[in-house]
């Protein structure tokens, strides 16, 4: 069974950092990309960050490029989101996604960013 659990997130400042973690179990870490994916209040969801598990190399947002870092740790099964700079914009849940070869997506419960002014 695919279990992705996301924590880091919490309450924090404009300008101030937060880094998510999400540990992942039910399948082979290293062969699969990972994305972070976040929600605001009323928005629909939408991509952050990816990356890719044949060279880790990242893809992000626009709006998020040169804040954000992800990274992986196949050792742990478990990836981060690294977010500096964070403005009140940024806040939402965040969740952590993975789809298989069957483009069967995987979602985490998420962990809730909130970014005050």
């Known amino acids: 069974e695919v279990q992705l659990v996301e924590s880091g ?4 400042q404009a300008g101030g950092s937060l880094r998510l973690s999400c540990a992942a179990s039910g399948f082979t870490f290293e062969d699969h990309d990972l994305a972070w994916f976040r929600q605001a209040p009323g928005k629909e969801r939408e991509g952050v960050a990816c990356i890719r598990s044949a060279d880790g190399g990242p893809y992000y ?9 992800i990274s992986r740790d196949n050792a742990k099964n478990t990836v981060y989101l690294q977010m500096n700079s964070l403005k009140p914009e940024d806040t939402g849940v965040y969740y952590c996604n993975v789809r298989n070869v069957n483009a069967m997506d995987y979602w985490g419960k998420g962990t809730l960013v909130t970014v005050s002014s």
């Open 9 to 12: 997130g919490g309450l924090v």
């Open 61 to 69: 947002a626009d709006s998020v490029k040169g804040r954000f870092t």
